[in-house]
C-alpha cells in the first residue's frame, strides 16, 4: 500500500510526540519526517516550548519559576504555538510534527505538585492532534541515558524522576483516551527509533487510506 492518501487531504495533518525524557522523540520525530518527506509529504516540524518569545520565557523561566505560574506559562506558549505555527502550516496542507504538546503539558508540573485536573483545564482549548503519540519506555533504561547525558533542566535531577515521568505519562494517556483522543503508544524499549518512526508512519497511512472509504 503506497502513503498516498495524505497528498489528497483537503488540509495537512497535526500529529504530536510526546514521552519521557529520553525516550528518544527527537529522534523518532526526525526520522518519522525522512520517511513522510520520502513518501511526498510537505513536513513541518516544530518543537515545545516554541521558538517564539513566550516559549524563549519557558525556556529561561523553567529553573526558577515553579507550581502554577509555570504551569499557566508552557500553556500560554502552547496557545501561541497553535495561532502562530500549527494552525497555519496545517491548514497550509503540511504535515506538522510537534516533538511535545498537550501531553507533556499534562506531565512536567506534576514535579511540582500540580494538581493534574488543573493542568487538564488550562489546556482544555488547545486543538487536538490529528494523533497523538506516546513513546513509552523502561524507567531505568532512560534513566540510564539520561545520566550518561546529563540532566536538561531541574525535573530530570532527581535519580527517581524517570519513574515519576513514566507513571505521570501513564495518567495523562489514560485521560487523553478518556477524552476521545486519538492516541498511539508506541513502546520504545527494543524498538530502534527507525521502526518507531515507521510504526507511527504505518498508523497514519492505515487511519488515511480508511477514512476515504
Known amino acids: 500500500m503506497k502513503l498516498r492518501p495524505f497528498s489528497e487531504r483537503q488540509r495537512g495533518v497535526f500529529v504530536s510526540v510526546d514521552g519521557p525524557s529520553g525516550a528518544g522523540k527527537s529522534t523518532i520525530v526526525r526520522h518519522l519526517a525522512q520517511l513522510l518527506v520520502a513518501a511526498g509529504e510537505d513536513v513541518y516540524i516544530t ?10 520565557m519557558c525556556r529561561d523561566l523553567t529553573e526558577t519559576i515553579t507550581g502554577h505560574a509555570l504551569a499557566c506559562l508552557y500553556a500560554a506558549d ?3 504555538h497553535l495561532e502562530v505555527e500549527i494552525r497555519p502550516h496545517a491548514e497550509a ?3 506538522v510534527i510537534s516533538d511535545r504538546y498537550v501531553p507533556s503539558g499534562l506531565v512536567m508540573q506534576r514535579f511540582d505538585g500540580i494538581d493534574p485536573a488543573f493542568l487538564w483545564q488550562i489546556n482544555a482549548e488547545a486543538d487536538r492532534p490529528d494523533l497523538a503519540v506516546i513513546l513509552e ?4 533504561v532512560i534513566s540510564e541515558r539520561l545520566t550518561e ?7 530530570q535531577i532527581s535519580p527517581s524522576s524517570s519513574h515519576a515521568e513514566v507513571h ?4 495523562a494517556t489514560e485521560r487523553l483516551i478518556q477524552a476521545g483522543f486519538d492516541v498511539l503508544r508506541v513502546d520504545c524499549n527494543q524498538r530502534p527509533a527507525e521502526q518507531s518512526a ?16
Not at 149 to 155: D, E, T, Y
Not at 203 to 208: A, I
Open 93 to 95: 496542507g503540511r504535515f
Open 47 to 56: 518543537a515545545e516550548p516554541s521558538t517564539g518569545p513566550i516559549g524563549a
Open 137 to 140: 519506555a523502561d524507567p531505568d
Open 149 to 155: 547525558r546529563g540532566p536538561h533542566n531541574r525535573f
Open 78 to 80: 502552547r496557545y501561541y
Open 198 to 213: 515507521a510504526l507511527i508512519r504505518d498508523r497514519l497511512m492505515t487511519f488515511f487510506a480508511s477514512s476515504k472509504e
Open 168 to 171: 505521570f505519562y501513564r495518567q
